[in-house]
């Protein structure tokens, strides 16, 4: 049980990350369409954090295929396959010289990812705080059995 | 006069019911179309910087066999007196083949009279060896400079280096540029092969037309050469490229270095010095000496109720509404397209105001001794302006009378525009279809205002304004940018003519997309000479206006090309050749040139008049006879646009699939 209270820390750190890390972009952005940054830091700043990114993303939605959590592997998989046909096509960095003509859809791409987050997000919480009850309980009816007989 | 706030904001007005303001007389920018201002230091980034021009010229066997490194020497050499920005102009070079080779063109107190070569052949990290002796000011090192470029044909004359380190060579002018901006001009004639950002020969692959993987072909093909772009607008550096291969060496990428920094492609096909050395003479003396803007940047405001959204040209977008432009000349033009923010537009008249800021220097050129301190010291600072240029529409509520102010020749250019915006990423024969679309939908609103008043079912209805417009769109998808398939044009021309598209005025690209025929044969034989006689006629681009008893021109703005009928006089003929045109039979090799005769004489005076319309280029000048296959019909009748050529129609059925198209409702 104990691995799987570590699962969900581990998961719960993740998905903190990512949210983080997809808000980061998205403010970019808005900052470079109020004018408050200009076009090259933007992208730069931006460029500098999808691979990481991408990589925890990879890392926790394997990591949910093979602790057979087939619920949030499900709502993971889409996003996955998309950050793996945005690679292969080239096109996940942002273009410095192409960024104005496409920054409305890459800001809503960046709105759907970070509405994926937030709804994995409330499944990881609540698979956590259920295992961490879980777990207290049952070491309490362990020390229960231990304790006097 | 200085921008201020306080002297500007308040006045008395006068009585009503005008209401307007006491001084609007004595205010310019008032009641003025264009003013320029003088920024004071708080619009400055930085004090403006010396103009620079850098030439990174390619030094493999392709450029030193066909002749043009002799002649790109010469007209830089003729040039230098003019530049602008005496006497703080400075310049550089670079030539390069599988190394590059650096400059040192200093002219210190050691009194270094020959200009010192140091090759680097380490391509993977390049490095400058001199960091502060490649760029030279051009009045200290001025003999120096001179030395180098008559020295530079002769240095190279022997190579056989067939590779290019194109991709080394553009950073390595990127190191020694960064400090100041300024413009590099490129002199590129084969594909980049060595070092980063080389180039596959991906050439023009039959497969892929009509597929859609088609558009690959036309966008560059290494992330390397945007990348550059960008870093070179950063820097306020604006490239030129000037491309002389027969054989493929990617405009496609190498262009897009032009696109992002304001620049331009000039394209010289399988470069011959006879053919070509004017034309480029020309035009590479144009590029340096005219007024140029440097660290320009271009902001567009409007009324309230309508935004811009989209822009078309050479430029870099810094943000929603500002162009950064490293360097822009007069020969730019932008388009851009606004949309209407609300419904119902409430008030008369719509605003629009363009402000280009950018520091002056002026072109004189000064020379030498005669310059007292007090001058330099003026003319060596440079003063930050701002040109402003405001226009008004008038707001209508009858579309009809919309249709009516309609301008043919924006309309036109923009479509141009959009169309090759539109074949970076989709198939041409799309691109085409899109504009066939647009024209079909704007002649449907029109004829759905008027064919229910006044019943005419079986007519065309369209405005006065736009009665060329089907010609100019037919002309449009004709266009060497987006004509046909594979077959039609080879890719480089394409590429090039695309790019060309994008930064043409109005009546260049409708000159282009239509070329001016004339007769001559009159001209040639007239006895009596006065100036300015016959005035030339323009004839419809079909093949009825041809007599093969006649001598025409054929003139888009960038070539001239003279078509000799079958049935001329032999003696007219050999005048205009020169030469015993039995013992000369091949075309291609004639140079139009004045002969020891008074109808070449003529002749000459024709292209000269015709040259004069337009100064901003140079036409290069060809022979073609009637009935010279596959010249004539690659030369000269694809240009004919109203004629029907394999796979597209002549002038009339295009009307007709107009007019069926936009009847059906």
Known sequence: MAWELLLWLLAFAAVIALIGLSAYQLICLSDLEFDYINPYDSSSRINAVVIPEFMVQGILCILFLLTWHWFPFLIMAPITYYHIKLYMKGKHLIDVTEIFRLLNGEKKYRVVKLAFYCSIFIVVIYRFVTTAVLLLIEEDDQALESGIF | ?665
């Open chain 2, 1 to 665: 006069m200085l921008l201020s706030m306080a002297t500007f904001a308040c006045c008395d007005l006068t009585a009503s019911p005008h209401l307007r303001r006491c001084d609007l007389d004595q205010r310019p920018e008032l009641s003025k179309g264009s003013v320029e201002f003088v920024a004071s230091t708080e619009y400055m980034v930085r004090p403006p910087m010396p103009p620079l021009y850098f030439f990174l010229i390619d030094v493999s066997v392709s450029a030193v066999c066909s002749g043009l490194l002799e002649i790109v020497a010469k007209t830089i050499k003729s040039c230098l007196d003019d530049l602008p920005g005496f006497p703080r102009t400075q310049t550089g070079f670079i030539t390069f083949d599988s190394t590059l080779h650096f400059h040192n063109l200093k002219a210190s107190d050691s009194s270094l009279t020959q200009p010192q070569m140091l090759v680097v052949a380490d391509l993977d990290d390049v490095f400058l060896p001199l960091p502060d002796d490649l760029l030279v000011n051009l009045s200290d090192s001025r003999h120096v400079v001179d030395a180098f470029l008559d020295s530079l044909p002769v240095m190279f004359q022997g190579t056989s280096n067939v590779e290019s380190a194109f991709g080394p060579a553009l950073k390595a002018a990127f190191m020694v540029m960064s400090q100041l901006g300024g413009k590099l001009l490129i002199f590129q004639s084969t594909l980049p092969s060595l070092g980063v950002g080389r180039l596959r020969l991906r050439g023009d692959d039959l497969r892929m037309y009509g597929t859609d993987k088609e558009h690959t072909l036309r966008l560059p093909e290494d992330p390397f050469y945007k990348q550059m772009a960008a870093e070179f607008t950063k820097n306020q550096i604006a490239v030129d490229i000037y491309a002389f291969s027969e054989k493929y060496s990617d405009i496609a990428s190498l262009g897009s270095l032009a696109k992002y920094t304001g620049g331009q492609v000039y394209h010289y096909p399988s470069f011959q010095t006879a053919v070509h050395q004017e034309k480029l003479r020309y035009e590479l003396a144009r590029n340096l000496t005219r007024e140029t803007a440097w660290e320009a940047v271009m902001r567009i405001r409007c009324g309230k109720g309508v935004r811009f959204t989209t822009y078309h040209g050479h430029f870099m977008l810094r943000s929603t509404d500002l162009l950064a432009l490293p360097a822009v000349d007069s020969d730019k033009a932008f388009a851009m397209q606004l949309s209407l923010e609300e419904t119902l537009m409430t008030t008369q008249t719509v605003y629009f105001q363009v402000a280009l800021f950018y520091p002056y220097l002026s072109s004189r050129s000064v020379h030498g001794n005669a310059v007292s301190s007090y001058q330099r010291y003026t003319s060596s600072s440079g003063e930050r302006r701002i040109r402003v240029h405001t226009a008004a529409a008038p707001v209508v509520a009858d579309l009809s009378e919309m249709y009516r102010q309609a301008d043919t020749g924006a309309i036109v250019s923009l479509l141009g525009r959009l169309a090759i915006e539109n074949s970076l990423s989709q198939k041409l024969e799309d691109a085409r279809q899109s504009l066939q679309l647009k024209l079909v939908k704007s002649l449907k609103e029109y004829r759905n205002l008027y064919v229910v008043q006044h019943r005419l079912g079986g007519r065309l209805i369209f405005p006065e304004s736009l009665k060329f417009l089907p010609l100019y769109v037919l002309s449009l998808c004709k266009s060497v940018a987006l004509r046909g398939g594979y077959a039609d044009a080879l890719l480089d021309e394409r590429c090039a003519a695309g790019y060309n598209m994008m930064i043409l005025p109005i009546s260049r690209m409708l000159k282009l997309i239509y070329p001016g025929l004339f007769r001559i044969d009159e001209n040639l034989l007239l006895k009596d000479l006065k100036e300015g006689q016959v005035p030339l006629g323009q004839l419809p681009l079909s093949a009825q206006s041809l007599d093969p008893k006649g001598v025409y021109v054929l003139d888009d703005g960038f070539n001239f090309i003279i078509w000799l009928g079958r049935m001329l006089a032999s003696d007219l003929l050999n005048n205009i050749v020169g030469v015993e045109l039995a013992s000369f039979p091949d075309l291609s090799r004639v140079v139009v040139c004045e002969h020891d005769n008074e109808i070449s004489k003529r002749l000459m005076r024709v292209l000269k008049e015709l040259r004069a319309r337009d100064p901003s280029s140079h036409q290069s000048c060809r022979l073609v006879r009637q009935g010279e296959q596959p010249r004539e019909l690659s030369l000269f009748l694809t240009n004919l646009v109203e004629d029907q050529t394999a796979g597209s129609s002549g002038y009339v059925d295009w009307i007709l699939q107009v007019f069926r198209q936009s009847q059906g409702s």
